[in-house]
T-cell receptor, first 114, second 117 residues
Framework: GDSVTQMEGPVTLSEEAFLTINCTYT??????LFWYVQYPGEGLQLLLK?????DKGSNKGFEATYRKETTSFHLEKGSVQVSDSAVYFC?????????????FGRGTSLIVHP | KAGVTQTPRYLIKTRGQQVTLSCSPI?????VSWYQQTPGQGLQFLFE???????NKGNFPGRFSGRQFSNSRSEMNVSTLELGDSALYLC????????????????FGEGSWLTVV
């Protein structure tokens, strides 16, 4: 079945550092790919998405490019802020054996220090 | 506009009891889906409803059930609670059917924290 693998956390950075959170996936067909963010005590929020190969999703300074050849969707930000501290989830969904059950990674905790 | 609202936010139940969680989607949204989030298993899809019909179901036992009403509000029920059912239960809503398949934006609520003792 489909699966999403994210890098283990926590990722600890200083403010203004460059961020990369790796995400790779296994899926049949051509899934849509997503990054969700969960701030402390809140529900999940859609951060960005890409629906086809080579698409780049972007929002709030975060970017991720749908790489079909490497089955990856790595999240990047050039300069993180303390307010970016949260848990980030990579997810996919798409036609797979007739179903479309969304599949999430286990989440990567990001801690940004001033 | 108001977001996805889930009630109750926190509850404690005893093993063997049952629980009902409620979800009010964003106004105009007709699709509601439910997820279970635990530290051990991460975020797992339970089921999705659109126009009162269950559209898809994840790999959970029959103790987990749900329904959707004509006003798009949804409830999920867990019967014969087990300790392992302790989790954050998230509801999400979106405009159209099979939203994850189409890449539509899905809006999550803050969740209901269930503790089974």
């Amino acid at each position: 079945g489909d699966s999403v693998t994210q890098m283990e956390g926590p990722v600890t950075l200083s403010e203004e550092a460059f961020l990369t959170i790796n995400c790779t996936y296994t899926a049949t067909g051509y899934p849509s790919l997503f990054w969700y963010v969960q701030y402390p005590g809140e529900g999940l929020q859609l951060l960005l998405k890409a629906t086809k190969a080579d698409d780049k999703g972007s929002n709030k300074g975060f970017e991720a490019t749908y790489r079909k050849e490497t089955t990856s969707f790595h999240l990047e930000k050039g300069s993180v802020q303390v307010s970016d501290s949260a848990v980030y989830f990579c997810a996919l969904s798409g036609p797979s054996g007739g179903s479309y059950i969304p599949t999430f990674g286990r989440g990567t905790s990001l801690i940004v220090h001033p | 506009k108001a977001g996805v609202t889930q009630t109750p936010r926190y509850l404690i139940k005893t093993r063997g009891q049952q629980v009902t969680l409620s979800c009010s989607p964003i106004s105009g949204h007709r699709s509601v889906s439910w997820y279970q989030q635990t530290p051990g298993q991460g975020l797992q899809f339970l089921f999705e409803y659109f126009s009162e019909t269950q559209r898809n179901k994840g790999n959970f036992p029959g103790r987990f059930s749900g329904r959707q009403f004509s006003n798009s509000r949804s409830e999920m029920n867990v019967s014969t609670l087990e300790l392992g059912d302790s989790a954050l239960y998230l509801c999400a809503s979106s405009l159209g059917d099979r939203s994850f398949l189409s890449g539509n934006t899905i809006y999550f609520g803050e969740g209901s924290w269930l503790t089974v003792v």
